[in-house]
């Protein structure tokens, strides 16, 4: 695997916990990548290759929710859930194969169009984490998978706290290639996919709502060099390009990844990420 040596010395990765936007309307650009515009060969592309999520986030779920504390990968309970941000339902089928009835809230039409065939069962709603129109107190526990990050926080925390039941709780996740490792820190930034979530960062969230758990988690997912160039082109940055930049960006990649690091069309690439958790609670609310 490639070490520091295998390549001229970058920048430093970020100091930033999070994306940083100008204003709301700076954040909606980006977030709007993956709705209006996007092309279901886009959320077809975006399920087969983007990562789903450790067994051990599924379980964060359920714990203390219920039926009590459960071991990582063991839900104790069937629970309502609702997916916030669902996009093609890389957590939703997680949730669902655990046993929860879930209800997934994705803005993006062609997102939603491809949770639906994965997921044919679960209730879709077209509508955004800081105004889902859904009734309050309806749900035990909320998740919010790669999506935090694009909300306005006070709206969607304070939305979140109106939905759920007493005692429950809020999984918020992200899963971001690890930029420790020097190969990797390269391609973030060839992709522009970003390292701004930096280890150990911790989001912003607002009243009621305040961060009582949390769980970080190291994993790799196998890819061939395609499916990492394909990955590139599930960014914001990709999605929001103008054709020219798109091709450079692929070029780049395709050099980088044969040329420069030499792996053959068809290897098995371990990327390594890391996934990072955060479970919210309503202050005032049961053990909250």
């Known amino acids: 695997m490639p070490g520091p040596s295998d390549h001229p010395p970058i920048p430093p990765t970020s100091r930033a916990a999070m994306p940083v936007f100008r204003d709301g309307a700076h954040r909606r650009v980006g977030a709007g990548a993956f709705g209006e515009g996007l092309s279901d060969g886009d959320a077809a592309r975006y399920d087969d290759v983007r990562p789903g999520y450790p067994q051990e986030v599924v379980a964060l779920v359920g714990a203390g929710v219920g039926a009590g504390t459960t071991d990582a990968g063991t839900i104790g309970a069937a629970l309502d859930v609702l997916d916030v941000g669902a996009g093609t339902g890389k957590l939703t089928a997680a949730l669902v194969a655990s046993g929860h009835r879930v209800t997934a809230v994705e803005p993006g039409a062609e997102m939603l169009a491809a949770l639906g065939r994965a997921c044919p069962d679960v209730a879709r709603v077209r509508a955004t984490a800081e105004a889902t129109g859904l009734a309050d107190g309806s749900f035990d526990a909320i998740t919010c998978a790669q999506t935090w990050h694009w909300v306005d926080v006070p709206a969607a925390s304070a939305e979140f706290a109106r939905l759920l039941r007493p005692g429950g709780r809020v999984v918020l996740t992200w899963n971001t290639l ?111």
Request: aromatic share 10%; glycine share 6%.
């Open 178 to 288: 690890d930029v420790r490792v020097p190969w990797v820190h390269r391609l973030t930034r060839i992709m522009h996919a970003g390292d701004v979530q930096k280890p150990g960062f911790v989001p912003d969230v607002a009243a009621p709502l305040r961060i009582t758990d949390e769980l970080r988690l190291e994993w790799e997912q196998l890819l061939t060099p395609e499916q990492i160039v394909m990955l590139a082109r599930t960014r914001s940055y990709w999605l929001r390009s103008a054709q020219r930049t798109r091709e450079k960006v692929e070029a780049n990649l395709r050099w980088y990844l044969h040329d420069h690091l030499g792996f053959a069309s068809d290897d098995v690439v371990p990327l390594p990420y890391r996934c990072d958790s955060f479970v919210l609670e309503v202050a005032g609310h049961g053990g909250a």
